[in-house]
């Protein structure tokens, strides 16, 4: 239902996809099991927007919740500026905000992402970010980098490798493989798998993600704690 309201809000304010002007937007769900018994689910949508048609601008929105465990849910916006080096690669920064049981928190940091690269003649994209995150008036902080690739190896299928590591009070690090595939019309598909490294004990997930994308779906992905470290 969330991803549905989404997506008709990101439909109504669609216009012409172009450089300047509206460019494209992105609705998912995310469901991730987690090896100790319970399930997080995170339900997401961006939008970009050409200022310029080199200077563009991202925002996001999004909601996780848990079942299986009373850990309580989130709600989540955040904005990035970029700039569109070349049609392939562009640059920028982030920023995000994230209301928790817990308290609040901040996401602040840069990003990278380029499609110019092959693999064997299959196109590889590769996305990478440095961010900051913590606590309002709180201690809770960490300081974290993550590199996510896709290789399209057929015209409907990408294989994904993600790495996350964290520092600070998130002492995590984070690997993930897994595959998408385009099954029309803007609606995709995909699984992962992931480990999570801690101090004294490991994790495993195993993720179900589906997504709707229209006109050229959002720049950059998604930076929340939930995108970092997946059914945590």
């Known amino acids: ?80 500026l970029g700039y569109q080096l070349s049609p392939t ?4 920064g982030f920023w995000g905000f994230e209301d928790w049981p817990q308290g609040n928190y901040q996401a602040y940091g840069i990003e990278a992402k380029t499609n110019a690269g092959a693999i064997a003649g299959n196109p590889l994209t590769l996305e990478g970010y440095l961010v900051n995150y913590s606590q309002n008036g709180g201690n809770y902080s960490f300081t974290g980098g993550g590199i996510d690739a896709g290789l399209q190896v057929s015209p409907a299928s990408t294989v994904n490798l993600g790495l996350f590591s964290g ?19 803007g609606l995709n598909v995909g699984l992962e798998a992931g480990h999570v490294f801690q101090p004294g004990s490991d994790e495993n997930t195993l993720g179900l993600n589906l997504s709707y994308q229209l006109g050229n779906g959002s720049k950059f992905k998604e930076r929340t704690f939930s995108s970092f470290l997946p059914g945590l």
Not at 5 to 18: D, K, M, N, T, Y
Not at 89 to 92: H, S
């Open 1 to 80: 239902m969330k991803t549905h309201v989404l997506a008709i809000g990101f439909s109504l304010a669609a216009g012409a996809v172009s450089a300047q002007g509206f460019q494209g937007a992105d609705v998912g769900m995310d469901l991730t099991r987690n090896t100790g018994d319970f399930t997080q689910g995170h339900y997401h949508g961006s939008a970009t927007y050409g200022i310029t048609p080199a200077l563009i601008t991202q925002v996001d929105l999004g909601y996780t919740d848990y079942y299986g465990v009373s850990f309580g849910g989130s709600r989540n916006v955040g904005a990035h």
């Open 167 to 185: 520092g600070g009070d998130l002492d995590n690090d984070r690997v993930s493989i897994g595959v998408n595939y385009a099954v029309g019309n």
């Open 89 to 92: 690669a562009a640059i920028g």
